[in-house]
């Protein structure tokens, strides 16, 4: 059997992102986290660091370090998603506030110390909302870059296009010049956009799944997505929500869950019509070196299926 693979979760949580934690913590024969880092996006950093930790007490893992990062995004002022995650980001169960602290340190550091200390190749960062803390990380030691074995993020879209903006996806439209440095950076990356995550809708039944877990993590599942849920249905009129940020942890469980082209991926930071853009050449119509695998499908059965008997063991 291997060796579960180490990643760093970076992380606004957001119901979603909740759930894309739950589903690591669940699965420690495939994953260790060692560490979660903290940026603003669904909300300020201010919430994000403390969701982030109420996350851990309700999975009963909280020996996890978890880092506060960047409150801002590198060139502009923060937007953010109340709208859609409410005041708090966790809108929808009633959870107390962490009794286990803040880790000392900034996530930045953290990011860069774990990734020269531990052996080339051999540690995943999981961003799942804006990339300010991996690009400022990257920028300000380069030499970690090839030292990094994956980047798998949630962001962007490209037959989805946008959905903050008519073009953009919120994750990279918070901080599109962060988006820029790590899609330009080398590392090889994993992109989980809308094309993929709208695939996974949450269902009145996939919903009653999760609450008939019957336990605390169950109950507090079923009450995130069913919060969220309502503003997706009123936009999109589909079925359900797209649970995002959870592709990111199941595609490390189970790759074959997932389908996608190797295409080269830019963002767009210079124009205000569409700015914050994923440009993928999924066509490949353009001389630009293949920089991503880019995800485009999902059997959101399976996807299900696993996150339903994962967060039944929490």
Not at 189 to 203: A, E, G, S
Request: aromatic residues 6%; hydrophobic residues 40%.
């Amino acid at each position: 059997m291997t060796a579960p693979r180490k990643i760093i979760i970076d992380t606004d949580p957001g119901q979603d992102d909740a759930v894309a934690i739950l589903l690591a913590l669940a699965s420690p024969d495939e994953i260790e986290v060692i560490g979660i880092t903290a940026v603003a996006g669904n909300v300020p950093l201010s919430l994000t660091q403390k969701n982030a930790r109420i996350i851990c007490e309700l999975a009963g893992k909280t020996h996890i370090p978890v880092y506060a990062g960047c409150e801002r995004p590198l060139a502009h002022t923060l937007v953010t998603a109340e709208h859609v995650h409410g005041k708090s980001g966790l809108d929808g169960p009633n959870l107390p506030d962490p009794q286990m602290q803040l880790t000392e340190g900034h996530a930045v550091d953290y990011i860069i110390d774990t990734l020269r200390a531990h052996p080339a190749n051999s540690v995943t960062l999981c961003p799942l909302g804006p990339l300010t803390n991996i690009a400022t990380a990257f920028q300000k030691a380069p030499d970690i870059i090839g030292r990094v074995q994956e980047i798998i993020l949630m962001g962007g879209a490209y037959f989805e296009v946008g959905n903050i903006t008519p073009a953009a996806e919120f994750n990279i439209y918070v901080d599109p010049e962060a988006a820029d440095i790590v899609f330009k950076s080398g590392a090889h990356i994993v992109v989980m956009p809308l094309d993929v995550t709208h695939k996974v809708l949450v269902t009145k039944a996939r919903n009653d799944a999760f609450r008939n877990i019957g336990s605390p993590v169950g109950e507090a599942v079923a009450k995130m997505t069913e919060f969220f849920e309502r503003y997706d249905r009123e936009k999109y009129g589909s079925e359900g929500a797209p649970l995002h940020d959870p592709c990111v942890t199941a595609y490390l469980i189970r790759p074959e869950l997932f389908k996608g082209r190797h295409v080269n991926v830019e963002i767009e930071t210079g124009s205000s019509l569409t700015r914050g853009m994923t440009v993928a050449d999924w066509w490949d119509v353009t001389d630009r070196a293949p920089n991503a695998l880019f995800i485009g499908s999902v059997d959101a059965n399976g996807f299900f299926s696993l996150l339903t008997q994962r967060l039944a063991q929490l």
